[in-house]
């Protein structure tokens, strides 16, 4: 069983910065392709960063240049290192980790695609 933890969530003014982490408890964590993942009140879980088990990033248009994803596989953890943050980027947060993503891709858009999630953390920016 594979556990994924985020931590790192909380409140703060817009412009700020926050840095999410993930841990995840299987030492197979270096093989995994990792993302972020949030869900804002009322809209679908959407793609925020992901990176594959090689270490190639991409990230959504909505967060280019002020979010970036990277991992830790001697520590097993994922982090969002999140800045000049936005109302708008209130959301909560999920971590996401699978083995295989369909078509020999190294990351996808689509929740379905990741197989293990964490519990969330929330993420909270006023104007």
């Known amino acids: 069983q594979v556990q994924l933890v985020e931590s790192g969530g909380g409140s703060v003014q817009a412009g700020g910065s926050l840095r999410l982490s993930c841990a995840v408890s299987r030492y197979t964590y270096s093989t995994y392709f990792?993302?972020?993942?949030r869900q804002a009140p009322g809209k679908e879980r959407e793609g925020v960063a992901h990176i594959s088990n090689?270490?190639?990033?991409?990230?959504?248009?909505?967060?280019?240049g002020r979010f970036t994803i990277s991992r830790d596989n001697g520590k097993m953890t994922?982090?969002?290192?999140?800045?000049?943050l936005k109302p708008e980027d209130t959301?909560?947060?999920y971590c996401?980790?699978?083995e295989k993503i369909p078509g020999?891709?190294?990351w996808s858009r689509m929740p379905y695609d990741y197989k293990y999630w964490g519990q969330g953390t929330q993420v909270t920016v006023s104007s």
Not at 54 to 64: C, E, F
Request: no cysteine; hydrophobic share 50%; aromatic share 16%.
């Open 34 to 37: 990792m993302a972020w993942f």
């Open 54 to 64: 090689a270490g190639l990033t991409t990230h959504a248009d909505s967060v280019k």
């Open 78 to 84: 994922l982090y969002l290192q999140m800045n000049s």
């Open 91 to 93: 959301a909560m947060y």
């Open 96 to 98: 996401a980790a699978t």
């Open 104 to 106: 020999g891709r190294w």
